[in-house]
């Protein structure tokens, strides 16, 4: 294996840039590092000024996603050893389909607020109180949407997934998968009220099921698995008030 | 609540018409596209598949074959046109083309399937 | 709320999606052709109304259309559109499970165990349909 391997990293600065330009790094190759490693050799070493964000260093916190060689990554879990045989430099650009801040930093604001449209928490209609105790579920409830609660919001899915490139509107995967995961919340009672918002040509019917997200997602949520669930129910509950209109739910 | 979009519905015609494309299409065009033209298989003759047809399960039965996965086609053509060419600003004239197409079809289908 | 200068900040990169957005990778050019299987799809209705209305127009109609079948270029074409109208098939089947979430006795049914059943069933469609037309 090669003692060094070489970075493309795209640089953009707002004060002194039109567009991105890529500048090449060469760093250790070593066995156990992953690209963010690099990245942090680079700037402590080479140039200060390269501008990212990390934090957990372990693929739970989500900041650190990043495109590398064109494939959305979380940077604290991708090897580079895995691009080393490639014989050439490895290229690093900041998330796809978001407005560049600065070198690989990212502007999230539109995803937060796509986030909270999908109303990421338990709605009750009524509140037990708390002399009652805990709201109870079995093993086999918190099944149900256990996967779809695996997401931390790296925003991956959203560089995989080309309507969210084409369309600024689309709510996206993350959200509508979270979405997902608190209807099918057994303590939830507010799917109703999400499905108002969302059941919508810019929510899950924006969704053509390209599947690129779960592809990409690094804690295996399966949002597009949980999008066209979501689909399926919200038909479903279409065509059943459409045809069944005085059976009101509550 | 039935005040949402009309998504669902369309979602839901262009399900059926996949179902319907994707079970039935394959088999039909292999026979009557290769296998009987080609005469890999006995031909039904002309007199007997005029008879198969003109039975009402037969009549019932073209008519979802030729009208859902019209339907299936027009959802699914609309979107690849959005997001292939990016001609979303075009949206109801594409709305117009892909499902007044869907439409002309089916009526198409009913006319020559009622009067067979 | 946060402010509008620094959230439509004139000098952050927004790069622009291009028309060939499909074919800078495997996955989204694998998506584009399952999505042109439509074409297919109604291509194949449009035939079919060719030819029930050859068969309306009498046996020599008919068998106008039928040499018409076999035209190279006709063949050919149907060749293009039986490939595609297979990949709708197979996309379709195996994609159709990750709607579904089907659960037994608690445990998700693993998706090839959902998909499984529509293969069968499309192949006993399709002999069907075959045993129809072929018995005398």
């Known amino acids: 294996m090669a003692n060094t391997i070489v970075l493309e990293i ?31 050799h680079i700037k402590d070493r080479k140039d200060g000024s390269l501008t990212y964000r990390w934090s957990c260093r372990m693929g739970i916190c989500g900041s650190c996603g990043m495109m590398v060689d064109g494939e959305p990554k979380l940077t604290c879990a ?41 109303r990421p928490w338990l709605i009750r209609r009524d509140e037990k109180p708390l002399a009652e105790g805990e709201y109870l579920q079995t093993p086999q409830q918190l099944d149900d949407y256990r996967q779809f609660s695996m997401c931390i919001n790296c925003m991956l899915c959203y560089a995989a997934c080309p309507v969210v490139g084409l369309d600024a509107q689309f709510i996206g995967p993350a959200a509508l998968a979270l979405a997902q995961r608190y209807n099918k919340d057994s303590r939830d009672q507010g799917a109703e009220q999400r499905t108002d918002e969302l059941s919508d040509h810019d929510g899950i019917w924006g969704c053509t099921f390209v599947g690129e997200c779960t592809r990409v997602c690094p804690k295996h949520v399966d949002p597009a698995g949980a999008i066209q669930q979501y689909k399926l129910t919200a038909a479903a509950d279409w065509f059943k008030s459409f045809l069944m209109p005085w059976g009101a739910r509550e | 609540m039935a005040g949402r979009s009309n998504d669902p519905f369309f979602w839901g015609l262009f399900s ?92 198409t289908a009913a006319y020559l399937l009622w009067s067979i | 709320m946060p402010s509008p200068y620094t959230e439509f900040h004139p000098r952050w990169y927004r790069a622009r999606v291009s028309t060939w957005w499909w074919l800078g990778r495997w996955p989204y050019l694998r998506f584009i052709l399952r999505e042109l299987t439509s074409l297919a799809v109604a291509y194949f209705v449009g035939l079919t109304l060719f030819q029930l209305h050859a068969l309306s127009q009498g046996p020599a109609a ?75």
Not at chain 1, 93 to 112: C, Q
Not at chain 3, 74 to 83: E, I, K, Q, S
């Open chain 2, 16 to 107: 059926a018409g996949g179902v319907v494309a994707a079970f039935l299409i394959p088999a039909h065009l292999l026979l009557f596209a290769f296998a009987f033209p080609l005469g890999w298989l006995d031909a039904p003759s002309y007199a007997r598949l005029l008879e198969l047809v003109r039975t009402p399960w037969a009549r019932l039965y073209l008519f979802a074959l030729c009208s859902l996965p019209l339907f299936h086609w027009a959802h699914r053509f609309r979107f690849t046109l959005y997001d292939g060419l990016q001609i979303k600003h075009l949206n109801e004239v594409i709305f117009a083309f892909c499902y007044g197409g869907a439409l002309a079809g089916t009526a």
């Open chain 1, 10 to 40: 795209a640089r953009y600065s707002p004060e002194r840039d039109i567009e991105p330009r890529f500048e090449r790094f060469e760093v250790p190759c070593r066995e156990d590092w992953v690209i963010l490693d690099a990245l942090n």
């Open chain 3, 62 to 136: 008919y068998g106008r259309f039928q040499e018409t079948l076999r035209l190279p270029w006709m063949l050919a074409l149907h060749f293009v559109a039986l490939l595609f109208v297979l990949y709708h098939t197979i996309t379709w089947f195996n994609l159709a499970p990750k709607a579904m979430a089907v659960r037994l006795g608690g445990r998700r049914v693993p998706d090839l165990l959902v998909a499984a059943p529509n293969y069968v069933l499309w192949l006993a469609a399709s002999a069907g349909l075959a045993w129809l037309l072929l018995r005398g």
């Open chain 1, 78 to 118: 991708t090897f580079l050893h895995t691009y080393a045989r490639r014989e050439k430099p490895v290229r690093i650009e900041p998330l796809r389909y978001f407005p560049v801040i600065r070198d690989l930093v990212i502007d999230v604001a539109d995803f937060m607020r796509k986030l909270k449209r999908a």
